[in-house]
């Protein structure tokens, strides 16, 4: 009886421990136990999978050689109370791959039972690399974000400025008796307020929030756009840009914003690989032509002409090994904490959306080249544009007109007040819409230019108030603004049905935009 009762607890005993093998290989989770030392004495399967070593070379080695050298202080500490028997949450543990990258780990460790305190760990670790590296990417998406938010916020006051810059030097240059070194240091202040007014349009266009569009656009503007936001960054690393624009590249529809994101990721990844490089060079490069791939669009349809995008850089190439998985997501050649991995895989996501494909070709040493190429698309019809996309039809420019001026903004008010005289006008000069409702209760205007964003009433609401008294005269407003990027302001002005003059602007598009106006006025009253 005792025999066959030893022979029963014996199976017992084997049947458990089985289980516990079963449990101890076939767990997701990483099991591993440790010594008094800190050596791995033993480790489930999920070990290689994690960390590329083989079970051979990660039983015996000390943990210490596989955790990152900055944290292993911290992670030491941690083990040796969890070995005391003192109770421990659960703590992260960072640990490097066999090839160097760095995985993150939850680890919580309890002494081994029947051992004694002190004399081993049995540990249990949670693999929560994925998890983090999502988190870095809602921070970072939270800090474009905010970004968007204060580029925003600071546009218009930089864009006030600006036009009173470029105004007052295009007032001088219009002076005849100025000499001419005069004019040429006068012609440089108004270059570079133009540039610099073109950098911040350029920023609000690339950080604002964009539902998804398609309107034509053509490929060379966007890429000069998208090569303005990183020019001053490969001037000062010593990186000269070569391009080789197609002169007669057609429109294609596309949307615009979607694709100067795809061009400025390109443009920066070859900047980092060259950046350590000294003098080197990027090529960019349009054509219209076959494509080089037999692709296919989602729909099935295959493009006979396409319009290629070339980004070539001479930096240090990537290794044909990773050449075919540079678009997947997570993936990156980058060192530790200079990229998330998700950036061509969006450049990817982005051009098949369009109908198109991206791939890249590549030597170690040479540099890399990285093709777009998207269909050549035409829309049935056009969407409305507002009237000030183009150049205005002028209608008198000898005549005189009462204008009403309002911006809250003193330098830019009195500017406009000086080219209105300047262009033979009498303007009046208000610095706020109250004030502007005051005046228009005692005289007349032939024209309204009204700032859209001031302290207390807005552009807008000038409108609105106007159109209770007088329909006709608020449909004689122009509004002036350094924020037609807001799709807010975009949506109420295409709500209200008045131009718009973005500032900065030059004095013939204002001369232009008030001859508009009031030639719309005439036809209106069949005049």
């Known amino acids: 009886a005792i025999a066959i009762e030893n022979t029963r607890l014996y199976q017992q005993i084997q049947q458990s421990e089985q289980r516990y093998r079963d449990l101890f290989a076939n767990a997701?989770?990483?099991?591993?136990?440790?010594?008094?030392?800190?050596?791995?004495?033993?480790?489930?399967?999920?070990?290689?999978?994690?960390?590329?070593?083989?079970?051979?070379?990660?039983?015996?080695?000390?943990?210490?050689?596989?955790?990152?050298?900055?944290?292993?202080?911290?992670?030491?500490?941690?083990?040796?109370?969890?070995?005391?028997?003192?109770?421990?949450?659960?703590?992260?543990?960072?640990?490097?791959?066999?090839?160097?990258?760095?995985?993150?780990?939850?680890?919580?460790?309890?002494?081994?039972?029947?051992?004694?305190?002190?004399?081993?760990?049995?540990?249990?670790?949670?693999?929560?690399?994925?998890?983090?590296?999502?988190?870095?990417?809602?921070?970072?998406?939270?800090?474009?974000?905010?970004?968007?938010?204060?580029?925003?916020?600071?546009?218009?006051?930089?864009?006030?400025?600006?036009?009173?810059?470029?105004?007052?030097?295009?007032?001088?240059?219009?002076?005849?008796?100025?000499?001419?070194?005069?004019?040429?240091?006068?012609?440089?202040?108004?270059?570079?307020?133009?540039?610099?007014?073109?950098i911040v349009q350029n920023l609000l266009l690339f950080a604002r929030e964009h539902k998804p569009e398609r309107v034509e656009v053509n490929i060379n503007d966007v890429l000069r756009s998208t090569l303005a936001l990183q020019a001053y960054q490969l001037r000062v690393d010593n990186i000269s840009v070569v391009t080789n624009y197609a002169a007669d590249l057609p429109r294609t529809v596309a949307d615009p914003h979607q694709l100067q994101q795809v061009f400025l990721n390109l443009i920066t990844n070859a900047h980092h690989a060259m950046r350590e490089n000294g003098p080197s060079t990027l090529t960019i490069t349009t054509r219209v032509g076959t494509p080089r791939r037999d692709q296919s669009d989602l729909d099935g349809t295959t493009h006979a002409d396409i319009v290629e995008v070339a980004i070539s850089d001479t930096?240090?190439?990537?290794?044909?090994?990773?050449?075919?998985?540079?678009?997947?997501?997570?993936?990156?050649?980058?060192?530790?904490?200079?990229?998330?991995?998700?950036?061509?895989?969006?450049?990817?996501?982005?051009?098949?959306?369009?109908?198109?494909?991206?791939?890249?070709?590549?030597?170690?040493?040479?540099?890399?080249t990285v093709f777009v190429e998207l269909p050549l698309r035409s829309l049935i019809s056009l969407p409305n544009t507002l009237p000030n996309d183009g150049e205005p039809d002028v209608h008198d420019a000898n005549a005189s007109y009462q204008v009403l001026v309002v911006d809250d903004e003193e330098p830019v008010g009195a500017l406009l007040a000086r080219l209105l005289k300047d262009l033979g006008h009498q303007p009046i000069l208000v610095s706020s819409g109250a004030a502007a409702l005051d005046v228009v209760s005692r005289e007349s205007f032939d024209l309204i230019l009204s700032d859209i964003k001031m302290p207390g009433m807005s552009g807008f609401d000038l409108r609105n108030a106007i159109h209770q008294r007088d329909p006709e005269l608020a449909q004689r407003i122009v509004f002036t603004t350094g924020d037609t990027i807001s799709p807010a302001t975009q949506a109420r002005l295409a709500e209200s049905g008045n131009l718009y003059l973005a500032k900065p602007f030059a004095i013939e598009r204002l001369e232009a935009m008030i001859q508009h106006a009031l030639r719309r006025r005439t036809v209106e009253l069949g005049e």
């Open 28 to 198: 997701n989770d990483l099991i591993f136990m440790l010594d008094a030392d800190l050596h791995i004495t033993s480790m489930n399967k999920v070990g290689p999978q994690l960390t590329g070593y083989s079970l051979e070379e990660l039983v015996k080695r000390p943990l210490a050689l596989l955790c990152a050298p900055a944290v292993w202080a911290v992670t030491s500490v941690a083990l040796q109370e969890a070995m005391s028997g003192r109770s421990m949450p659960p703590f992260e543990m960072e640990v490097l791959r066999k090839d160097g990258e760095p995985i993150t780990l939850e680890v919580s460790a309890q002494p081994m039972s029947g051992d004694g305190v002190g004399n081993g760990l049995h540990c249990i670790a949670r693999d929560l690399t994925e998890r983090r590296r999502l988190e870095q990417q809602l921070v970072q998406s939270e800090k474009l974000s905010a970004i968007g938010q204060l580029v925003a916020g600071v546009a218009h006051e930089l864009n006030n400025p600006l036009t009173s810059i470029s105004g007052y030097a295009q007032l001088l240059l219009r002076d005849q008796e100025l000499g001419t070194t005069l004019v040429q240091d006068v012609k440089h202040i108004h270059t570079q307020a133009e540039r610099a007014a073109k």
């Open 315 to 368: 930096g240090i190439g990537i290794p044909e090994r990773d050449i075919n998985r540079i678009f997947d997501p997570f993936f990156t050649t980058k060192p530790v904490g200079q990229g998330t991995g998700l950036g061509l895989s969006i450049c990817f996501g982005i051009v098949r959306e369009h109908g198109g494909i991206i791939w890249a070709d590549s030597t170690v040493g040479a540099g890399t």
